[in-house]
């Protein structure tokens, strides 16, 4: 925002001249009419940045339904309505949790370096640091961690299972990651106000590591101790499963590709800040920017998939590409507000090679995600950590970071190797924190048998046995229920049709 006006009835009364009747109070009237006119700006300042901040929550939470719909088309028909529940049961009870615990450990302040202590159910809120769009925005952000994780355990979880980790990574695992790399008391974010990390600190903007990696990494260990579903793999390791829909994943990425503009733009949560009074150029210039970062890695993995996928298969395959797509957008969104659009083409190439590079060992160790989140969202997310520490451009690192000058950023854009040596920590830190309190909670519910589905009930489908029937009247080719329409492909003939 830009200064605001003064005026000093004493400085003005010196301008009015001997014949002034009442100089003091004449220049007192314009002050006031000033002060009011400043006033009135800064409302509409504030007005402004609450309107983009909520209109950027909209987008990100919008983005539940993409998660629904890619995770719909990706499990099979008999188990669409038990996905379709855990997206709504993320969003419902990461609500509550974010609310009542979440919010306060991640950003309530004043606080110490691991995690915050206010504002626990939005005590003593709005203060002067965060209103109440920035509390949505927020929530839809850990939500979208805990909808990464549903997928890669779909298909084969209880409901209860469900419930228990999504309460617990939303209101406590996903919340500690944020204070850490985005409060301005987080021993490693960048807009701490005391030492910084290596001196800058660490530069994920939007998230790669706090959203992408926490949900990814959460996934993985779920789907490790779960095991794979029954019939993933025939003899030979070879995948044999496939999602029912093509046409809800295509969807669901649409969905999911519209909401990143809220995901990652939307993170600077103020548009109306200049960085340069009276020019053209300002915070609204770099939110365009990464809009077109966002794009372009996202564009770049997807045709890069499309190519890979086509040299190691021989199929132009449209769920792949999806899968690339959204790879792309989870490596940028560390660094899409401090890298070049060029570079955001290098960010999605690699991207793109990192998830196929995942999916093959995934598919050698005979680990079973349905969605490859955990391959997805972790391992392009480790990537765009490391990718935004080579490539971090100074002049837009001190624009988005401002107040540290002399900040270290990107090895290969000459700024030294202190940032890249933070984002390795984070990598690090991410991946033990994840594991250390996930992977037990994961666990102990298995040693429970609350995690894991019945194998009758897995082979007859979640939808029929705890959820009351089928969302279609449609059978997949593995099952064995009679009734119902049986879907078939049926393979062109090879006679020639005859002219009419």
Known sequence: MATSLSCSADQLASFFGPNATDATSAASLICSQLEAINNKFSDT????????????????????????????????????????LTNVLDAAAGGLFYYLFGFAFAFGTPSNGFIGRHNFALKSFPTSNFDYSYFLYQWAFAIAAAGITSGSIAERTQFVAYLIYSSFLTGFVYPVV???????????????????????????????????????????????????????????????????????????TFMLWFGWYGFNPGSFTKILSAYNTGSHYGQWSAIGRTAVTTTLAGCTAALTTLFGKRILSGHWNVTDVCNGLLGGFAAITAGCSVVEPWAAIVCGFVAAVVLIACNKLAEKAKYDDPLEAAQLHGGCGAWGVIFTALFAKEKFVNEVYPGKPGRPYGLFM????????????????????????????????HKLKLLR??????????????????????????????NGIQLRKIEPTATTPSSV
């Open 414 to 445: 000459g700024g030294g190797g202190k940032l890249l040596a933070a984002h390795v920590i984070q990598i690090l830190v991410v991946a033990g924190w994840v594991s250390a309190t996930m992977g037990p909670l994961f666990f102990i519910l």
């Open 453 to 482: 589905i019945s194998p009758e009930d897995e082979m007859a489908g979640m939808d029929l046995t705890r959820h009351g029937g089928f969302a279609y009247v449609y059978h997949d080719d593995d099952d064995v229920q009679s």
């Open 178 to 252: 944020s204070h850490w790399f985005w409060s301005v008391d987080g021993w490693a974010s960048a807009s701490n106000t005391g030492d910084l990390l290596f001196g800058s600190g660490v530069i994920d903007f939007a998230g790669s590591g706090v959203v992408h990696m926490v949900g990814g990494i959460a996934g993985l260990w779920g789907a490790y101790i779960e095991g794979p579903r029954i019939g993933r793999f025939d003899r030979s390791g070879q995948s044999v499963l496939r999602g029912h829909s093509a046409s809800l994943v295509v969807l669901g």
């Open 45 to 84: 300042a504030y007005a402004v940045d609450s309107t983009y901040l909520l209109f950027s929550a909209y987008l990100v939470f919008s983005m539940q339904l993409g998660f629904a719909m890619l995770c719909a088309g990706s499990v099979r028909a008999k188990n669409t309505m038990n996905i379709m």
